[in-house]
């Protein structure tokens, strides 16, 4: 649904892109739906980021445990739990999809 959304906003900018640097439709496809998926995820973590950094009481209030966040028990491991889940992310979400569709392109 994202795809054909964005497709039309930009649709003449695509199609002028891709004359101009003979860029195939599948190249063109899967550079559109990287980069919707990293705006998404980007996007839907940032809104938690800020309910979750702010602690807000409405939030605090139906915490399911009585423990600390984790980031406040032990700041330095989340931390490094943070990078290695985005490295993750990032190497599933562009490098893997990257690989499955060279042979396409």
Request: proline share 6%.
């Amino acid at each position: 649904m994202g795809v054909p959304f964005v497709s039309n906003l930009f649709w003449s900018d695509f199609m002028r892109l891709k004359e101009e640097h003979k860029i195939s439709y599948t190249c063109l496809y899967v550079g559109v739906n990287m980069m919707m998926h990293n705006l998404i995820h980007l996007g839907v973590n940032l809104v938690y980021w800020v309910f979750y950094h702010f602690e807000f009481s409405f939030i605090e209030r139906y915490k399911s445990n009585p423990d600390p966040w984790p980031w406040h028990e032990d700041p330095k491991k989340w931390r490094s739990l943070v990078i290695k889940s985005v490295a993750v992310l990032l190497f599933n979400g562009n490098i893997l999809v990257l690989l499955v569709y060279l042979p396409l392109s």
